[in-house]
């Protein structure tokens, strides 16, 4: 019988208790006697948002696969533990063992966005593991980051012993046996992170200087240890349909964000959106085998009980047999009470007579994500949409019986002007003429279009890198701009308009394309009681303004000026395949309002090719 961490007062004092106690359904459980590494993979947000991350459960399965290998999960507690935690000295747990994590042999932990740098001090806080790589003893675990913004890791990077650069499915296992090699052989910690650093895609931040120029510039970015590699390489998996996948999922106790089967169709985007880096990052496109997948969905359901199936990938209408498997899908599992949900679909005949089958039309909306009003401001962006696509989207919906449309939109564009910003409202006013062009006595009552803006945040590794930011005053008056606009439109009462916050867009772009040097304003901001940042309820953006005041951390630095052309980034010594050059490349074209096709009709040399597979290489056998 396990014994539980928290005591029953707590467990009965607190929101949620479903969250701490582990023991799901499909969790693992093993014999800390029979194993030899154990590893606490870690979200750090709550666990209604931690559970709905399909890489953690890729990685936990495949972990778990390995007899000598035990791998757990963690996940940030909401204020009200967090509180009696400290009050009792109580150190944070693992679901599955409930044992201290700081008695594990790693922790890793997955960065998904940059407003959860300060749960990763509170994770470490709590395990009561020195904040600071440099700090740590043989007592404590490795603490390695992966995901998304590992692509930066500067900014958080003295809080890591390691970064895993990339996907997961390729280097862990050789770094798993060579924690095991050293576990008993006496040597010191540095040791291992010396013989971990030889491992392609790690990269061991102890073993790089930053030095800067007089003007707060990068000067250069260098290994001071032998084994540390100048450049660290992406790691890839081209194999996708072969690649682990967890069939057997563990099934939350309580409702999570996404409580659902999911399909990982393809990962990489044909795209090219400028702004986008996973569009960048995730490349070349590679795609799963229909077969596969078919077989996946009647596993997963079977072995989990859920009623609902996702199809994931950055843009699904580009997976090439998406036709096969939707229809397989609605054929097989549409009357066993199954729901099948298709986020990122381009909206076109196809997926509107999908979507009609899937759907419950009276309740559901369509989202498209045009991104910029204007058409000048999407070829800025190489968003390859025109407004007649979109109109004409829109149109067969309502004819299809559609009556809800939901628009994304981007403020604070690179090279946006007040024309640009006023076309948001005009092109939600033209999908609503659109539905009140059909005959009224075919209509389904009135239309409601809501548009949304969220921000523009300059992110590594995408064209858009060298660009500057506005203020959050600034981002606040373009939204007052576009709403004052909205207010003018004939049909302005089936038009609904939001916009993001600005104040956190700002402290996403420090965080994004930062340095070493705002780690102590990250680490202040904690000291202060930051946490959960990307939570509305619990964001206090004066403190954050405090941590930037108390460490001498000039935001405007980071956020205000256009890059150089040749500075040098904090991120410049990762290789994820596609080029500088490309980039920069990409950067003069947006310039020019030049729109780049996409790698299925034109490849445009961006460098992905290197790794031997994917789109880059269809029909070319």
Not at 274 to 279: E, M, S
Not at 353 to 363: A, G, T
Not at 395 to 408: H, M, P
Request: with cysteine.
């Amino acid at each position: 019988m396990r014994k539980l961490a928290l005591d029953d007062d707590i467990l009965l004092e607190i929101e949620k208790p479903a969250r701490y106690i582990g023991g799901e359904v499909n969790a693992v459980m093993k014999n800390v006697e029979d194993i030899d590494v154990r590893f606490a993979m870690c979200f750090p947000d709550v666990y209604e948002i931690g559970m709905s991350h399909l890489g953690i459960q890729i990685l936990y399965d495949m972990f778990n696969r390995r007899e000598d290998v035990w791998c757990e999960r963690v996940y940030s507690p909401w204020h009200d533990l967090d509180k009696v935690m400290r009050e009792q000295q109580i150190p944070l747990f693992a679901l599955e063992s409930q044992d201290p994590i700081k008695d594990f042999d790693f922790l890793g932990i997955t960065i998904q966005f940059e407003m959860c740098y300060t749960n990763i001090l509170q994770i470490l806080d709590l395990s009561q593991i020195p904040l600071h790589a440099k700090d740590r003893t043989l007592d404590d675990p490795f603490v390695i980051g992966g995901g998304p913004c590992t692509y930066n890791p500067e900014p958080i990077a003295e809080f890591f012993d390691l970064f895993y650069i990339g996907e997961g499915e390729t280097a862990y296992d050789e770094l798993l046996d060579a924690y095991k090699e050293w576990k008993g052989s006496g040597k010191s910690r540095r040791e291992f992170l010396e013989r971990a650093a030889q491992i392609e895609g790690l990269y061991v931040p102890l073993f790089y200087d930053a030095e800067y120029n007089e003007d707060g510039t990068l000067k250069s970015f260098t290994p001071n240890n032998e084994y540390a590699p100048a450049t660290v390489k992406k790691q890839i998996v081209m194999d996708v349909t072969d690649a682990p996948y967890p069939m057997k999922p563990v099934v939350p106790f309580i409702k999570v964000t996404q409580d659902r089967v999911v399909l990982e169709i393809q990962r990489g985007c044909i795209r090219g959106c400028r702004f986008c880096q996973a569009g960048m990052l995730y490349r070349p496109v590679r795609e799963r085998n229909v077969e596969r997948l078919k077989q996946y969905a009647h596993d997963m359901l079977q072995n989990t009980g859920h009623e609902e199936i996702s199809l994931s990938s950055l843009s699904s209408s580009d997976y090439s047999e998406l036709k096969e498997l939707v229809t397989y899908l609605i054929d097989e599992f549409k009357n066993k009470g199954i729901n099948i949900s298709l986020p990122s679909l381009r909206i076109d005949a196809f997926s509107l007579d999908v979507m009609s089958k899937v759907q419950d039309i009276r309740k559901s909306s369509l989202t498209f994500a045009p991104e910029a009003g204007s058409q000048r401001m999407r070829d800025v962006i190489n968003k390859g949409l025109t407004e007649d696509v979109i109109l004409n989207g829109a149109g067969e919906a309502f004819e299809g019986g559609w009556t809800k449309v939901k628009l994304y939109f981007m403020l604070g564009l690179p090279t946006e002007t007040e024309e640009d910003m006023k076309e948001i409202a005009h092109l939600a006013e033209k999908v609503a003429r659109r539905y009140y062009e059909i005959p009224k006595d075919q209509r389904h009552g009135k239309c409601q279009i809501t548009a949304s803006s969220s921000f523009f945040v300059p992110k590594p590794f995408t064209p858009f890198q060298w660009a500057p930011m506005c203020k959050a005053e600034e981002y606040m008056r373009r939204a007052h701009l576009v709403n004052d606009e909205f207010k003018e439109q004939l049909n302005r009462k089936s038009l609904k308009y939001n916009w993001h916050d600005a104040e956190v867009t700002v402290l996403e772009g420090i965080m994004a394309r930062g340095d070493r040097k705002i780690s102590k304003a990250i680490e202040e901001a904690y000291r202060l009681g930051c946490l959960f940042d990307s939570w509305t309820e619990s964001f206090h953006n004066e403190l954050w303004m405090q941590a930037f005041e108390n460490t001498g951390v000039d935001i405007d630095f980071y956020n205000l000026r256009e890059r150089g052309e040749d500075e040098l980034f904090p991120w410049d010594f990762i290789d994820i395949g596609v080029t500088r050059k490309f980039l920069r490349r990409e950067w003069n074209r947006a310039m020019e309002e030049k729109v780049t096709p996409n790698c299925r009709m034109q490849c445009s040399g961006c460098g992905a090719a290197k790794f031997g597979g994917g789109v880059c290489y269809e029909g070319k056998n």
